[in-house]
């Protein structure tokens, strides 16, 4: 009777955890930093809180349930308190510690379900998630003919996290279909995510899926069986893998200059913080005065026209080694050795499976940022905790400290709920507030305040929301305090604004230009700019400024920026008159 109460909870657990897994792939692409907070966007807390309630209760429920702690458990429970605690402490905390908790729950409950149940959670879900995919881009391609106007993105809302996500489901979707009367659907399954991933236009997606591939057809007898000429084979493959890196560096060169760019301001600048890093979630800012440090200096560089404000370093490795400094580099280099040395008790062909999938995640992040995608990196977890739960070597925990756990961790629970509950029910608020008058608006958004206080685009839009209801001065206090903790040009921009408003050109001189060095190819802090020169009366500075705006080329061709461009050449006109 006990054992069929258990495998009915770990039915439970898998369950929730699938839903989990479906809502944050749906609901929540982004590991912060969002820029539209939905209703529901809380909604995979409260799943994540269910299904730790659940492990909890199993756990003392059952008292001969044996817990083995391995050395990768410990690797990735340091890496995730650097996470949390390392750095500064800002009131951006709040939302990195929130999701961390929930990779936290996740990696418990992957480990406590039975091995079995174990593997069949991560493939189960990898057909569900590559499913949801396929249907979401066909859905939209057939939008794209009457439309024009719908990416090829998924539910991720970017095209390369789609090729990423793709890469870490495909291993598991081949092990599924590897039988012989499967062998018709593999075929199909490769090409039609190959096809996926080719769309997605993500040349770093491209080499680690042909990788894979390689790999498979390598690593396993049943395979090299189909190869006459396995060194021919491999030259080729090699062959065609250089191939295609050489022809994409000639493929959107400016993102591959962006990328360069970006990461030699990095290299330059992050030697200060190497010790202990700037803080996780701290880049953008951080990066933020970088740049603009170093157009200061290079107000002519070729970098000027390519440059915009990053949310990320588009190389994981190295932003972790700036966030987290030398220590948290050096847990994550563990855990990737800890990996891929690893012994487990799986069949040989299931465990290379688990490696490669985290293989090809590893290989894209050296140009992306697969492990701010929240369902990516939930799901490199789960694939890790089904990993650890295979290891041979680990040591027995005794149930007495296990279950005192649990038992701290159900007293913790309604105290998250109701965390929770505050800032969902915020949210909803919020939402309805953009849609009212500015002024009714404007009480209700200070009473939000100080719930919302860790949330930048709040911030933002109530320091926005100061400012059209000409509270200059209230405006300035909030977008400061939001400039702390937020990468976003419209900051200083809107800074600059309430400064002029309150007659102090100094200030507001001084944020424009700061906003101008931030992205030198924006032409709005030029206008704003020459505005302001000549509102001063500054001509010699008007004039240069009017010339740098009519010699600015456009990234992008819309009608505020030739309007621009207009303005400041009817301006030099009118002074040669």
Not at 310 to 319: M, S, T
Request: aromatic share 16%; with cysteine; hydrophobic share 50%.
């Amino acid at each position: 009777m006990r054992e069929c109460y258990k495998v009915t909870f770990d039915f439970l657990i898998m369950l929730t955890l699938g839903i989990l897994f479906i809502q944050i792939l749906l609901c929540n692409p982004y590991l912060y930093y969002y820029q539209d907070y939905k209703d529901n966007h809380y909604t995979f807390v409260y799943l994540a809180i269910l299904t730790l309630t659940l492990v909890c209760i199993k756990g003392l429920f059952f008292k001969n349930i044996i817990y083995k702690l391995t050395f990768l458990d410990l690797l990735l429970s340091i890496l995730m308190l650097l996470i949390i605690f390392a750095g500064k402490r800002t009131v951006f905390f709040s939302e990195i510690l929130c999701n961390f908790l929930v990779v936290c729950i996740i990696y418990l409950a992957v480990r406590t379900i039975s091995l079995q149940n174990n593997i069949k959670l991560i493939f189960f879900t990898s057909v569900i998630f590559a499913a949801i995919q396929i249907i979401l881009i066909c859905y939209r391609m057939y939008d794209l003919r009457f439309y024009n106007t719908t990416i090829l993105a998924g539910s991720l809302g970017n095209t390369g996290l789609l090729a990423g996500l793709l890469l870490i489901v495909s291993p598991l979707l081949f092990y599924i279909t590897n039988k012989k009367k499967h062998r018709f659907i593999l075929v199909t399954l490769t090409l039609l995510i190959f096809l996926l991933i080719i769309l997605t236009n993500s040349r770093a997606a491209i080499i680690a899926y042909l990788g894979t591939i390689h790999l498979i057809l390598l690593t396993f007898k049943r395979y090299r069986r189909l190869l006459k000429m396995r060194k021919t084979f491999f030259t080729l493959i090699s062959a065609l893998i250089i191939l295609i890196v050489v022809c994409f560096s000639f493929f959107k060169i400016d993102s591959i200059n962006g990328r360069f760019f970006i990461w030699d301001v990095c290299l330059k600048n992050y030697k200060s913080f190497i010790v202990n890093g700037i803080g996780y979630g701290e880049f953008p800012v951080q990066y933020r005065r970088w740049q603009g440090d170093y157009f200061k200096s290079n107000d002519n560089s070729y970098f000027s026209y390519l440059a915009d404000l990053p949310k990320n370093a588009f190389n994981e490795p190295l932003q972790i080694l700036i966030e987290l400094g030398t220590s948290g580099f050096i847990i994550f280099i563990s855990i990737i050795i800890a990996v891929f040395r690893a012994s487990t008790n799986f069949p040989v062909f299931l465990e290379t499976t688990l490696k490669i999938s985290l293989l090809n995640v590893l290989l894209f992040s050296f140009f992306s940022y697969p492990f701010h995608s929240f369902p990516i990196l939930i799901y490199s977890v789960s694939v890790l905790g089904c990993l650890a739960s295979g290891l041979k070597n680990n040591y027995i925990m005794t149930n007495y400290t296990v279950r005192f756990s649990y038992v701290i961790m159900l007293l913790i629970i309604p105290a998250m709920t109701y965390f929770i509950y505050q800032r969902s029910t915020s949210i909803a608020t919020w939402n309805l507030l953009k849609k009212q008058q500015p002024k009714f608006a404007l009480i209700k958004y200070k009473e939000l305040l100080s719930v919302l206080d860790y949330n930048s685009q709040f911030l933002l839009d109530y320091g926005k929301l100061l400012h059209r209801n000409s509270l200059y001065q209230e405006s300035t206090d909030i977008l400061l305090k939001t400039e702390k903790i937020y990468s976003n040009i419209e900051i200083p921009i809107f800074i600059a604004s309430n400064y002029q408003y309150l007659n102090d050109y100094v200030m507001a001189e001084k944020y424009l230009i700061s906003a101008n060095q931030y992205i030198p190819s924006k032409l709005l802090p030029k206008y704003m700019l020459l505005k302001l020169f000549i509102e001063t009366r500054d001509t010699l500075n008007a004039i240069n400024m009017a010339k740098h705006i009519s010699e600015t080329p456009l990234k992008v061709n819309s009608d505020s920026a030739f309007k621009m461009q207009l303005f400041a050449e009817n301006y030099l006109l009118h002074l040669k008159h």
